[in-house]
Each structure stands twice: as structure tokens, then as C-alpha cells.
């Protein structure tokens, strides 16, 4: 299996940038698909971003395109979520996850590994 560890969160002003990573740990990084979630508080936790096995594809919630970049990178086992434009309404606790799907999966039910969760406030 592969452990992951979110990082990066924090408070930052409606408008600013944050930048999460998520180290992987355990089996080879490359093998999984990965993804980005969110959940706000008292929402259901909602897919953001997955990105393939390679990094060659990727797909985003309609919403957050052009604000989100997913993005990976295998030699370090390590993915990322570059978050620009921040919006009040993106406050939430960002989790990571890995699928053995090998393509981009978007739903909870297609990951089979979670991290802990990084909070991300905006403040307005």
C-alpha cells in the first residue's frame, strides 16, 4: 500500500495562492492514479483534481479550471495542487488519494488510499 501525507495548507486572503503537496510513502508512487478532494464543513467531501499515472492527463472539477493545476512528480513521489485566485468558498480540508486505477478516476469510491487532510482557510 502507499502512505500519504498532505502538506502545505494554511490561511491565506481571498485572491492569494497556495501551493499543497502530497508525499507518497510504501509501494512505487507511479503505480497509482492520484487525486485532490475537498470538504467544507458540513458538505460532502467533492473530487477537485486526478491526474494519470504519468502526469499526462488530467482532469478538474468544472469549477476550478483554470485557478487549479494538478500536477506530479514521480522521481520525488510527490503530487501537487498549485491554488490560485482563491475564493472564499475553497475553504476546506484538502485531502490527497492514490487509486490502482492507472487513469484519472473521479470518484471517492475509485481511491483506495487517503491522506490525513491539510486545511486551507481563505479569508475575505
Known amino acids: 500500500q502507499v502512505h500519504l501525507v498532505e502538506s502545505g495548507g494554511g490561511l491565506v486572503q481571498a485572491g492569494g495562492s497556495l501551493r499543497l503537496s502530497c508525499a507518497g510513502s510504501?509501494?512505487?508512487?507511479?503505480?497509482?492514479?492520484m487525486g485532490w478532494f475537498r470538504q467544507a464543513p458540513g458538505k460532502e467531501r467533492e473530487f477537485v483534481a486526478g491526474?494519470?499515472?504519468?502526469?499526462?492527463?488530467?482532469y478538474y472539477l468544472d469549477s476550478l479550471k483554470g485557478r487549479f493545476t494538478i500536477s506530479r512528480d514521480n522521481a520525488l513521489s510527490t503530487m501537487y495542487l498549485q491554488m490560485h485566485s482563491l475564493k472564499p468558498e475553497d475553504t476546506a480540508v484538502y485531502y490527497c488519494?492514490?487509486?490502482?486505477?492507472?487513469?484519472?478516476?473521479?470518484?471517492?469510491?475509485?481511491?483506495?488510499?487517503w491522506g490525513q487532510g491539510t486545511q486551507v482557510t481563505v479569508s475575505s
Open positions: 488519494a492514490a487509486s490502482e486505477h492507472t487513469i484519472v478516476v473521479t470518484t471517492m469510491l475509485e481511491y483506495d488510499y
Open positions: 510504501g509501494r512505487t508512487f507511479s503505480n497509482y492514479a
Open positions: 491526474i494519470s499515472w504519468s502526469g499526462g492527463t488530467t
